[in-house]
């Protein structure tokens, strides 16, 4: 990790900064946290323990676990930090707020990274007068101490040493961040679910298959490769591999690829009552009684499994 980042604050503390906890603490930094909700504290420390086995990967328990303060006020604690980890609702009003007060009391240079799932920092830092030049979005998927992804959001005034700085320091701890070059709502990833979500839904109101075999068709298809090489490198593949490749495979099926998009579009799932009802309906017929916390557990082994074999060919 960067040699001046010692100590970081999360402001915050819900599943996703539970889970950067996790993270930062894995790797040997000091972490200041704080959230007003009420058990706050007692959640993190179940949420530590249930992340026993990442821990013991990256070693002793009681040792790199422990490394943290839950504080009842972030504010005083500000000035300590040499990275801000910011994971509030995802609100645009209570954004800006929360980031007025971190940009006052945050010494200037240090990063305030946001872990807005779809807000652009640009749209919550009107009121951030002292150095808003620090400020970009750092998005991770759930859990972020498991899923190296993380989205690295600059606005137009976001200057380019924070954007380094953040890259690196992401880097650092072993995360993969991809860097936009541009605001979009959603951001990339976000997006791209919300596009196989709206189809999913889709299917599965309009009665063409279970909520338990959409998933299916996810985690036993696409999903596996798609973990292995994405979308784009898939498609190089399936018309023989590299530019070729993907120039064939697009010149093979896009016809085909085209009538399936004007039928996507045709069928789009609309939000009504009645769709969501459906929706609804089969979820609960066939996820419904699934046993949560045991599919977390298995989630997060298997991710370790794959994680630590993706690291064999890297």
């Given at each position: ?247 064939q495979r697009i010149e093979r099926l896009g016809p085909s690829i085209r009538a ?55």
């Open positions: 990790m960067p040699q001046e980042t010692r100590t970081v604050a999360i402001v915050g503390c819900g599943v996703i900064g539970m889970g950067w906890a996790t993270l930062f603490l894995s790797r040997g930094l000091k972490v200041i946290l704080s959230d007003p909700a009420e058990g706050g504290k007692d959640a993190l420390e179940r949420y530590l323990d249930q992340a026993r086995p990442f821990f013991e990967e990256h070693g002793n328990f009681e040792q790199v676990a422990t490394n943290y303060e839950f504080v009842s006020d972030i504010v005083p604690r500000l000035p300590e930090a040499e990275f801000v980890q910011e994971n509030g609702p995802e609100s645009q009003e209570f954004k800006i707020g929360l980031m007025k007060t971190l940009d006052e009391h945050t010494r200037p240079g240090v990063v305030i990274a946001s872990s807005s799932s779809g807000l652009p920092s640009s749209t919550f830092i009107q009121q951030c007068k002292r150095d808003p030049s620090r400020i970009l979005v750092g998005h991770p998927f759930n859990p972020p101490h498991l899923i190296p992804l993380v989205e690295v959001v600059p606005h137009p005034g976001t200057s380019e040493h924070s954007i380094s700085a953040t890259m690196k320091f992401y880097q650092s701890l072993g995360k993969r961040p991809i860097l936009l070059h541009d605001e979009v709502p959603g951001f990339v990833s976000n997006r791209l679910q919300a596009a196989i979500n709206n189809e999913a839904y889709s299917l599965i109101s309009r009665g063409i298959v279970s909520a338990e075999d959409l998933d299916l068709a996810i985690t036993q298809g696409p999903g596996l490769r798609w973990a292995v090489t994405g979308p784009i490198a898939t498609n190089a593949l399936g018309g023989g591999g590299g530019p070729s490749g993907f120039a399936w998009e004007d039928d996507i579009l045709k069928h789009r799932f609309d939000w009504s009552d009645k769709s969501l009802s459906a929706l609804q309906d089969s979820f609960k017929k066939g996820l419904g009684g699934t046993d949560w916390s045991k599919l977390v557990e298995e989630r997060d082994s298997v991710l370790m499994q794959l994680l630590a074999a993706k690291s064999k060919t890297t």
